[in-house]
Structure formats: C-alpha cells, structure tokens
C-alpha cells in the first residue's frame, strides 16, 4: 500500500487544502539505510511565507537556510534547531511561493521496531509525537533536505480515508510572530493520541482559520 506517492499537482494546491485534505491522514514513509518505516500524518502546521511572523521566508526573503521553500512543490525542508532536533517539512505551492507545511505527529504504522531502536525507546506512543522525534524515529537528518518526494528515499502515500476529521489549533512554540501566533493554522486528526500536544481549542472543517 505505500508504494503508491501523492500526486505532484496536488503539493500546487493551496496548502491550507494541501495540509487539511491530502496530508492529514496519509503517511509518511522513509526508506533511509534500507531500512524502511511510515507513519500516518496526525498533526501539522502550515506557515505562509509572504505573510506568516513564524515563517522563516517572511516576508518572502530567500536564504541558504531556507531556499528550497522557494523552489516548487513537493520536495522536503529539513532544518536543525535547538542545536539538537532535525523538522520534516513539505514544501507547497508553485516555485517562487514560500509555503511548507510543517509535520509535527505520526501514528507508528511500519518499522516500529527501527523507530524503537533510533530512539532509544521502546514506548510507542512516544516514538513519534513531536518533529523532532518523528524525524530522528524515521531516520530523517539535515542531509534529507530538498529531497524529492516523488522518489524513493522519503515520500507521502495516500491515506485510505479521505476526509478524515481534523481540529484546528493555534501553532506550538511561535510566541515571537505577534498577530500571528493566534492563527489557528495548526490541524490534529480528531480522536488520534499520537500527537505532540492535545488540541485545547476545537475548530472543525475550517479551510483557512
């Protein structure tokens, strides 16, 4: 079942749509070191180049950190903070349009024994429940930035349920982007425990908060 990949037009889409109607739900695999695991995308967040405080392309400024947010989309931006945990995000929309869409939960679904072991832990419900994790969990580092997610390293397969039923939330740990840190631009899977934080406000099928 995770052979099959998102379609490349589907990350031109407008990525509130993109995030809330094709990544919700669908997986995350990785074949990294022959080692191959996934994860169902529970949690997100969007950020909007042009216009978002917590973006790091506001207000559209390109730099080496950042350039493949610039480029077209479908491909990954890996970044290191903290000067210690790798995040996984998606790149959306046409290039030149700095959008991506930031992972933040997966539910464990294949490799969960190599999840465990690059974790260094054997509860499940902690193997993926934050970027950082999911990302060390997968085996994705710096070097998977600006990797092609048509191909056969990292990709998104479809969820097999389409429409599943999200909450939308303010976003975690963007206290500095003034206005824009009450933007309910984060979106959970409803009902799912393998999120990094549970959902305190609830906001229902709302395209763009």
Same mark, same amino acid.
């Given at each position: 079942?995770?052979? $099959? ?7 031109? %889409? ?10 919700? &739900? ?8 022959? %080692?191959?695991?996934?994860?169902? /995308? ?5 950020? *909007? ?18 350039? @493949?947010?610039?480029? $077209?989309?479908?491909?990954?931006? @890996? ?12 790149? @959306?929309?046409?290039? &030149? /349009?700095?959008?991506? @869409?930031? *992972?933040? &939960?997966? $539910?464990?679904?294949?490799?969960? #024994?190599?999840? +465990?072991? %690059? ?5 499940? #419900? ?13 085996g994705i580092t710096r070097e998977h930035n600006a990797v092609d997610l048509s191909g056969n ?19 975690? &740990? /963007?206290?500095?982007?003034? #206005? ?12 799912? +425990? ?13 395209? %763009?908060?």
């Amino acid at each position: 079942m995770f052979e $099959e990949k998102l379609d490349k037009q589907v990350y031109f %889409r407008d990525p509130f749509e993109v995030a809330t109607q094709f990544l919700l &739900g669908a997986y995350l695999c990785s074949n990294i070191g022959g %080692r191959f695991t996934a994860g169902k /995308i529970t949690e997100l967040e969007v950020y *909007i180049g042009a216009e978002d405080k917590a973006c790091h392309a506001y207000p559209n400024k390109k730099t080496k950190r950042n350039a @493949v947010m610039f480029e $077209e989309g479908g491909q990954s931006y @890996v970044f290191f903070v903290y000067g210690m945990y790798n995040q996984f995000n998606v790149v @959306v929309s046409e290039k &030149g /349009i700095a959008n991506a @869409v930031l *992972i933040r &939960g997966l $539910e464990p679904v294949c490799g969960i #024994e190599v999840m +465990k072991e %690059r974790r260094g832990c054997e509860k499940i #419900e902690n193997l993926t429940t934050g970027p950082g994790k999911l990302c060390q969990a997968l085996g994705i580092t710096r070097e998977h930035n600006a990797v092609d997610l048509s191909g056969n390293l990292l990709w998104i397969s479809p969820g097999l349920e389409a429409n599943a039923a999200w909450t939308a939330t303010k976003r975690i &740990g /963007i206290d500095y982007a003034e #206005e824009y840190k009450d933007k309910l631009w984060r979106f959970v899977l409803k009902n799912n +425990k393998f999120v990094s934080r549970m959902p305190s406000v609830k906001k229902e099928k709302r395209r %763009r908060p």
